[in-house]
C-alpha cells in the first residue's frame, strides 16, 4: 500500500508541475487574459482528477479487493501460488480438510520470507522525493520566483479566491505626445511591463480619415517592439495593443519649420595627423578620427530662434547669425548627430539622423627594400640599408637600429616628411668598431686575425696559458675594427604619434676579406659538405635569436596572436633548445680538447676557445628566455652567435689549409676536426 500511494503521489505532484509551467507560460504571452486563466484551471482539475484516479485510487481499490495477492506471489515465487489458491478457496467457502493444511504450509514459508523484505526501500524512496521536488518546485516559483512567474502560479491557482494575484499590466510607449515638422519621421518604441507578449500592434487615426489603422511592430532583442511613421503629413493619434492589453492614447501634432537647406562640414584635424582644415559643402556623415573637432554650419530657408545638435544624446546650443546657425562638436567615438529646434517649448527634429564614423588610427607599416635579407660582407665593404615606410596620418621617427657581436645598441635616425619615406644609409663596415684588447696582433690564418699576447701554442706543456689567452678579453678593452666571424644585427623601427613598429631582426656576417673559402674550393674536394656542417650550428643559433625576437615584436605590437600561455610555451621551447645548442657547442669543444687538437695547433685553440665562450653565452640567455625576459635575453644571443661564426671563421681557414695539402701535426688535426663535424 505505501509503494502504491507513494507512485500516485509523485505522479500527481509532477503533472501538477509540468500543467502549471505550461499554463503559467501561456499566460504571460496573453497577459494573463481571464479566458485563458479560466480553461487553465479547468482542464488543471479535470487533469489531476484523472491522475488521482488512474494512478492513486483505483489501484488502492484493487489492492483492497485483491489484498495485494498476485504482487505477493510475483515478489516471493517461493509461495508457488499457495496464497492464491487460499484465498480461491476462502471465497468459495469451501470446508476442505486440506484448507488447514495449506493455511500452516504457507505461514511456515511467510515467516521465512517476509515480505517486507521482497519491497526494496529505493522503490518508495524514490517516489517520494520526486513527489518532494516536484511540490518545492511548485511552492519556491509561487513565493520566490521571477517576476511573472511567481505572479503568474498565485494566480492559476489562488487568482479564484485571492484579489491582487497578477503583477500591474500596462506598455510604456515613448515618446508618447510629440511634435514633428511636417514630412518628418517618427520612431516610437512599446516596453510591455508584467507581462511578456509575442507581438505588438500599433493603431493609428490620422486627420482626415474616417478608420483607425494598424500594422506590426517589429520586436527587437529583449523585450522592445519599435515602429517607424515616415513622413508624417497631417496630425495623428496612435496607441500600441498586444495580447489584450492596450496603451494610453497619444496625439502627434504636426508642425511647419524652417527648412534645412544645407549642411557644411569644416574639419580641424589634430595636429598630430600633419592635414590640412578640410571642408566638405554640402556635407553629411562625419568621418574623422579622433580628437578632430568639426564646425557645422546649418543654413536654413528662415532664422531659427534656438537651435541645438543632438550628439549621441548630449545637446548642444548652436550660435544663430541669420540663417545660419552653428556648432562644434569633437570625434571621440561613433554615433550620430541631428540638428533640433524648439516648439512650444518642445524640441523638434529639423533633419534626419547623420552618421559619426571614427576613422582609426592604424599602426605604420616599414619594410627592408635592401638588402631585405641576411647579408655577408667583408670588413671594408659598404653595406646600403633602403628602407620604405608608410603611415595613415603621418610618420613621427624612423630610426635604423644596429648592435655590433650583442653589444649596446646603436641608432641612427632618417629624416621623416609625411606618411611616406624612402629613404636610405650606408653602413661603413670598415669604420665600425668592436671591443678587442689591446696588444700585438696574430695573424692564425688568412682572413682571420687575433689581437692579444703572443703565446706558444706549438709547446705541449703551455694549455694552461693558451686557455688563458682569450679569458683577457673583457679587460682593457679598446675599439678595432671589424674581423671575419664578427655580426651586426640590425633592424628599422617606425613610429606615430602612439605606435610603433619594427622590421624583422636581419644580420650582416663579416667574411674574409680574400674568400679563402671560396678559394678552397678550387684547391682541393671535400670542403662542401664540411662547410654545410660547420655552418650547421650558428644557423641553429640564429634561428633562436630570430624567433626570440618575432616573439618581443609581438609582445609591443599587442598582438593577439599569442595569450599568455602560449607566450611561455614558447619561450619555454626556446630555452630548452638553446640548453641542448649550449651541450652541443660544448661537447664539441671538448671533444677537440681530448683528442689533444689544441696543443698542436693555434688556429685549433681559438676555435675551441670559441665554442666554450658560445656555449657560456647561450646558458644565460636560457635562463632568461625561460624567466620571459626576452628582451635580456637577445645580447647574450647576440653574442653566442658572434663567437660561433667566429668559431666558424677559423675552422673555415683549417679547412683551406688542410685542402691546400698541409702536412705534418697540422694537416692531421685538420682533419681530425672534420671529423668531429659528422
Same mark, same amino acid.
Given at each position: ?134 511540490? &518545492? ?48 519621421? $517618427? ?21 482626415? *480619415?474616417?478608420?483607425?489603422? *494598424? ?73 574623422? &578620427? ?27 546650443? &548652436? ?5 545660419? *546657425? ?28 547623420? #552618421? ?159 674568400? *679563402? ?63 641542448? #645548442? ?61 663567437? $660561433? ?34
Amino acid at each position: 500500500m505505501k509503494l502504491v500511494v507513494a507512485r500516485g503521489v509523485a505522479v500527481l505532484a509532477l503533472a501538477a508541475l509540468l500543467l502549471t509551467l505550461a499554463a503559467v507560460y501561456l499566460g504571460i504571452r496573453q497577459a494573463f487574459a481571464s479566458e485563458l486563466v479560466i480553461g487553465a484551471r479547468i482542464i488543471l482539475v479535470l487533469v489531476l482528477g484523472l491522475v488521482a484516479s488512474v494512478s492513486l485510487i483505483y489501484p488502492l481499490r484493487v489492492l483492497r479487493r485483491t489484498q495485494g495477492v498476485r504482487d505477493i506471489e510475483k515478489r516471493a515465487p517461493g509461495f508457488d501460488g499457495r496464497i492464491e489458491t487460499y484465498q480461491g478457496l476462502t471465497r468459495t467457502g469451501s470446508n476442505s480438510p486440506f484448507l488447514g493444511l495449506l493455511a500452516e504450509d504457507t505461514l511456515r514459508l511467510a515467516r521465512a520470507l517476509p515480505i517486507s523484505l521482497r519491497v526494496p526501500k529505493w522503490e518508495i524512496s524514490i517516489p517520494t522525493a520526486l513527489a518532494a521536488v516536484a511540490v &518545492m518546485i511548485l511552492v519556491g516559483l509561487a513565493a520566490f520566483g521571477p517576476g511573472n512567474w511567481r505572479y503568474g502560479v498565485r494566480h492559476l491557482w489562488a487568482g479564484w479566491a485571492l484579489t491582487d494575484t497578477l503583477p500591474p499590466q500596462r506598455i510604456v510607449v515613448a515618446p508618447g505626445d510629440k511634435a514633428v515638422r511636417r514630412g518628418g519621421d $517618427l520612431a516610437i518604441s512599446a516596453v510591455a511591463e508584467g507581462f511578456d507578449p509575442v507581438a505588438a500592434d500599433v493603431f493609428a487615426f490620422f486627420d482626415g *480619415s474616417d478608420a483607425w489603422e *494598424s500594422a506590426p511592430m517589429e520586436r527587437l532583442d529583449g523585450e522592445e517592439f519599435d515602429f517607424v511613421f515616415f513622413g508624417i503629413r497631417q496630425p495623428l493619434r496612435y496607441y500600441v495593443v498586444a495580447a489584450g492589453v492596450r496603451s494610453a492614447e497619444y496625439a502627434v501634432n504636426v508642425v511647419d519649420l524652417p527648412l534645412v537647406r544645407n549642411i557644411k562640414l569644416t574639419y580641424h584635424y589634430p595636429n598630430w595627423t600633419q592635414l590640412e582644415q578640410e571642408v566638405e559643402d554640402p556635407g553629411s556623415d562625419i568621418r574623422a &578620427m579622433e580628437g578632430t573637432d568639426v564646425l557645422l554650419d546649418i543654413t536654413t530657408d528662415q532664422s531659427l530662434g534656438e537651435a541645438e545638435l543632438i550628439v549621441n544624446g548630449q545637446a548642444l546650443t &548652436m550660435s544663430i547669425d541669420g540663417n545660419v *546657425s552653428s556648432a562644434t562638436l569633437q570625434v571621440s567615438q561613433d554615433g550620430e548627430y541631428f540638428v533640433s529646434t524648439f516648439f512650444d517649448g518642445d524640441p523638434v527634429r529639423l533633419t534626419d539622423d547623420y #552618421l559619426i564614423t571614427l576613422i582609426p588610427d592604424n599602426k605604420p607599416v616599414v619594410s627592408l627594400v635592401k638588402p631585405a635579407r641576411d647579408w655577408r660582407a667583408s670588413s671594408i665593404e659598404e653595406v646600403t640599408v633602403r628602407v620604405e615606410a608608410r603611415d595613415d596620418f603621418g610618420l613621427d621617427s624612423l630610426k635604423l637600429h644596429y648592435s655590433v657581436n650583442g653589444g649596446e645598441l646603436q641608432e641612427r635616425l632618417f629624416d621623416v616628411d609625411g606618411s611616406y619615406m624612402l629613404a636610405e644609409e650606408i653602413l661603413y663596415l670598415e669604420e665600425i668598431g668592436t671591443l678587442v684588447p689591446p696588444g700585438p696582433v696574430i695573424n692564425v690564418g688568412r682572413g682571420f686575425s687575433f689581437s692579444g699576447p703572443t703565446i706558444d701554442f706549438l709547446q705541449g706543456n703551455n694549455t694552461d696559458e693558451a686557455d688563458d689567452s682569450l679569458e683577457a678579453v673583457a679587460e682593457n678593452q679598446e675599439t678595432s675594427g671589424l674581423q671575419a666571424g664578427d655580426l651586426i644585427s640590425y633592424y628599422v623601427e617606425a613610429k606615430d604619434r602612439d605606435q610603433s613598429v619594427r622590421t624583422d631582426l636581419f644580420f650582416v656576417e663579416v667574411q674574409p676579406f680574400d674568400r *679563402s673559402f671560396s678559394q678552397s674550393m678550387q684547391g682541393g674536394g671535400g670542403g662542401g659538405s664540411d662547410g654545410q656542417r660547420q655552418d650547421e650550428i650558428s644557423q641553429r643559433q640564429k634561428e633562436i635569436l630570430v624567433a626570440t625576437w618575432n616573439l618581443i615584436r609581438e609582445q609591443a605590437e599587442d598582438s593577439t596572436f599569442l595569450d599568455d600561455q602560449q607566450l611561455r610555451d614558447n619561450a619555454a621551447m626556446l630555452s630548452g633548445l638553446q640548453r641542448t #645548442l649550449a651541450e652541443q657547442a660544448q661537447t664539441l669543444a671538448s671533444r677537440t680538447r681530448a683528442r689533444q687538437l689544441t696543443r698542436v695547433d693555434n688556429q685549433i685553440q681559438i676555435f675551441v676557445q670559441n665554442l666554450e665562450r658560445a656555449a657560456e653565452a647561450m646558458i644565460p640567455a636560457a635562463d632568461r628566455l625561460a624567466d620571459l625576459q626576452l628582451e635580456e635575453a637577445v645580447p647574450s644571443e647576440q653574442s653566442a652567435l658572434q663567437h $660561433l661564426l667566429r668559431a666558424e671563421a677559423v675552422f673555415t681557414d683549417i679547412q683551406v689549409a688542410f685542402n691546400q695539402g698541409g702536412g705534418g701535426r697540422g694537416g692531421f688535426a685538420g682533419r681530425d676536426l672534420s671529423e668531429l663535424f659528422e
